[in-house]
Structures are given as structure tokens and as C-alpha cells.
């Protein structure tokens, strides 16, 4: 089966078309053709996404990106070999969602093909199927880490899973990028200061931050990190320079105390659903301190851990089409005229 998928969810315009083929628990991908334009350079300036400033960006990229997609594939423009098209409807910014699903409809108009909603937040968990080298043992617990969500989630199968816990306020993607404003670096603000704190991290430390490890202790699984932001911003105001020494001394204890929790109550969750597999999705999990944390807890606890390979943790249309296929082999997909963009629409 050929999906050609549409992600237009945030600042990331992407099309690929992706080949898919097998069963569960081990179904098999193979790209034919992917293109993306990232709107970063565009957002920098302000320091965020501003979503009628994404809209306008997302129109003027999708129809560049399809050509460029169909033709890695080697399909034609005017009846592309396809079996369907999966189109993001959310999670994410509204106006930004709807040029896609907009998209999507004229396509599958003009092309005679059925199109399907798919769920972000279900890309980002099922990204790890990219390199599905082993079936993925149940129960699993997964850690969904991104600009806009950070969830913990307890997978029992490819259909039934459910949010054990989520932040109450920022999620810690925000907080990487908020932090990183206050020191004065560029948006995205996550590979920034994960670069910083790793050159603290090899030198001996000649600051002595210490920031709050939010609801480290609470007894759920949900996080807080608007709190650690504001604890950052005081620290900041007190001090009378902001060199680069400072900066990534800061950087490193903001993220530290960013990542604590999520390792805290990832570990708790394993433990109280007795997950075999961990799997990490979204953006931050492109975080070296952090991978290198999940991996000391995979192997303290035993649980196979699946992450996705860099290009896919932040946004991309292969893990929408990867959703859609888990989609398509346990409930069977339903295509839809009526297709909206829902701006919280929750992972279920
Ligand atoms: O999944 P994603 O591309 O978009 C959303 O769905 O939100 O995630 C983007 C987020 C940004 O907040 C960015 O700062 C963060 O992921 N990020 C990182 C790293 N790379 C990207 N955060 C921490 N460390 C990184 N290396
Ligand atoms: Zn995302």
C-alpha cells in the first residue's frame, strides 16, 4: 500500500509518500519520496511560531513540496500510483493544520482518492516503527516529548493505549525554547542548550546553579515546567552579565532539572504496568542528556528501548503515513469529506 502523507501541524511542511507492507506486530516502510520545508528560519526572528505567519508559509510551500516529493517517487503529478492521504488534523496550531487538511481534500478530489485524518501524536509514538527490526513486546510505556506536548502514555497494544500523565502547564520543548530566549540563543531553542550544557558538562563546574526539579515527587505521572521557566528568568535577572561560561552553566542545570522528572516517572511508570518496552517520540527526544538517561534506565530495568532515528523525532510527514498504516491494520481507516483541524485534539 502507497500513502501519501501531509504534515502541516507547527512550522514543518512536509509530503512524503511511503511504501507499506506486512502484518502486525512487525509491519515494514520504505520511503519513495519525502520533501520538507522548515519555517525555522522564518520564526527565529520572533523567538516562536507565530501560526497566521506558519499559515501563510504552509500555502505557499505544500504545492513545492509535493512536486518535489512526487518526483523522488517517480509519480506523476496528475494521477500519482497512491492508495490514499493521510493528512494531520491535530494536535497543533489551527490555522497551520487547516492548510493541510485544504491540501489533502483538493488532492483527493482532483486525484479520485480517499483521504484520512491522522492523529500527530500518534506519528510521534509510532515513529520507532521506522526500524522495526523486532515486533515491539506490550505492555510498553511511551514518553511523548515535543514543542508542544510531554505525555506519558500506556501503550497495551497498536490499538489500545491511553495518557497516564501530561504536563499541567508548558511542555518541556516549550521550556527548552523560553529558556533559551532568556539566554539569548536562537530558536529552537532544544539543540541550542543541549549543545551549551554538554560543554559544561565536560569542564568543572565554576557556577553553582541550582534550579527546581518540578513535581519530581508528586505521586502521578504529570509534569509541570512553567515553574522551572520562571525560576530560570530570576536567576537570569540577578546576574549582571550573561557571558557564554554563564550561559552554559545555566543550560546545563536547566537541563537537568528539565529531564530529571520525565527519567523519575518514566521509571515509575515501567515499574507499576511492568512494561517490557519504552518507547520515546517528539522532538526532544532528540536530546543527547536525555537519551543517554533512557538508556541507563533500559538497561537498569530491562525494558527494550525503541527511539526514533534522528531525522525522524521532530516533525516529518513518514511518521504521519507510518500512523496511518497502524490505523489502517487494526481499526481499518475511514476516509472522510469532513475532515477538521482540532487544535487539542487529544491521542486516544
Ligand atoms: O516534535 P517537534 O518537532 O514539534 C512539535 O510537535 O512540537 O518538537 C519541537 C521541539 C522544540 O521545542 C525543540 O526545542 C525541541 O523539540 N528539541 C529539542 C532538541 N531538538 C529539538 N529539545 C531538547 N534537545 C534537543 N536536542
Ligand atoms: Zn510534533
Given at each position: 500500500m502507497k500513502i501519501l502523507a501531509i504534515e502541516t501541524s507547527c512550522d514543518e511542511t512536509a509530503i512524503c509518500i511511503l511504501e507499506c507492507a506486512g502484518k502486525m506486530p512487525q509491519p515494514q516502510f520504505k520511503v519513495l519520496g519525502n520533501a520538507l520545508v522548515s519555517q525555522i528560519h522564518i520564526h527565529k526572528e520572533y523567538g516562536g511560531v507565530y501560526p497566521m505567519l506558519a499559515k501563510r508559509e504552509h500555502i505557499k510551500n505544500l504545492p513545492i513540496v509535493l512536486k518535489a516529493a512526487l518526483k523522488e517517487a517517480g509519480?506523476?503529478?496528475?494521477?500519482?500510483?497512491?492508495?490514499m492521504i493521510a493528512v494531520t488534523a491535530?494536535?497543533?496550531?489551527e490555522p497551520a493544520l487547516w492548510t493541510g487538511i485544504e491540501f489533502a481534500k483538493g488532492l483527493g478530489e482532483k486525484w479520485g482518492k480517499p483521504v484520512v485524518p491522522i492523529n500527530h501524536m500518534e506519528g510521534h509514538l509510532w515513529s520507532?516503527?521506522?526500524?522495526?527490526?523486532k515486533p515491539i513486546e506490550f505492555p510498553a510505556i511511551a514518553l511523548l516529548v515535543s514543542g508542544g506536548h510531554t505525555e506519558l502514555v500506556h501503550v497495551e497494544g497498536f490499538d489500545k493505549f491511553n495518557i497516564i500523565g501530561r504536563t499541567r502547564d508548558d511542555a518541556v520543548g516549550e521550556a527548552f525554547d523560553k529558556v533559551a530566549r532568556l539566554l539569548d540563543l536562537?530558536?529552537?531553542?532544544g539543540p541550542k542548550i543541549s549543545a551549551m550544557a554538554e560543554i559544561a558538562r565536560?569542564?568543572?563546574?565554576?557556577m553553582d546553579f541550582r534550579f527546581p526539579r518540578p513535581m519530581?515527587?508528586?505521586?502521578?505521572y504529570d509534569f509541570s515546567y512553567s515553574g522551572l521557566k520562571t525560576s530560570v528568568l530570576y536567576t537570569t535577572r540577578k546576574l549582571d552579565k550573561l557571558d557564554e561560561d554563564t550561559k552554559a552553566e545555566i543550560a546545563r542545570e536547566f537541563e537537568e532539572a528539565a529531564i530529571e522528572p520525565l527519567i523519575e516517572k518514566t521509571t515509575r511508570a515501567i515499574d507499576e504496568f511492568g512494561a517490557r518496552t519504552l518507547i520515546v517520540g517528539g522532538g526532544?527526544?532528540?536530546n543527547a542528556y536525555l537519551r543517554e538517561k533512557l538508556s541507563t534506565l533500559s538497561l537498569e530495568r530491562g525494558v527494550d528501548l525503541r527511539l526514533p532515528s534522528p531525522e525522524l523525532t521532530?516533525?516529518?510527514?513518514v511518521m504521519i503515513a507510518i500512523a496511518a498504516y497502524v490505523r489502517h491494520l487494526t481499526h481499518g481507516l475511514t476516509p472522510s469529506e469532513d475532515i477538521r483541524a482540532r487544535g487539542n485534539l487529544p491521542l486516544s
Open positions: 509519480e506523476s503529478a496528475e494521477n500519482p500510483n497512491i492508495d491535530g494536535p497543533g496550531l520507532v516503527l521506522f526500524n522495526n527490526d536562537p530558536y529552537p531553542g565536560k569542564r568543572e563546574s565554576i519530581l515527587n508528586t505521586d502521578n526532544v527526544s532528540a521532530t516533525d516529518n510527514a
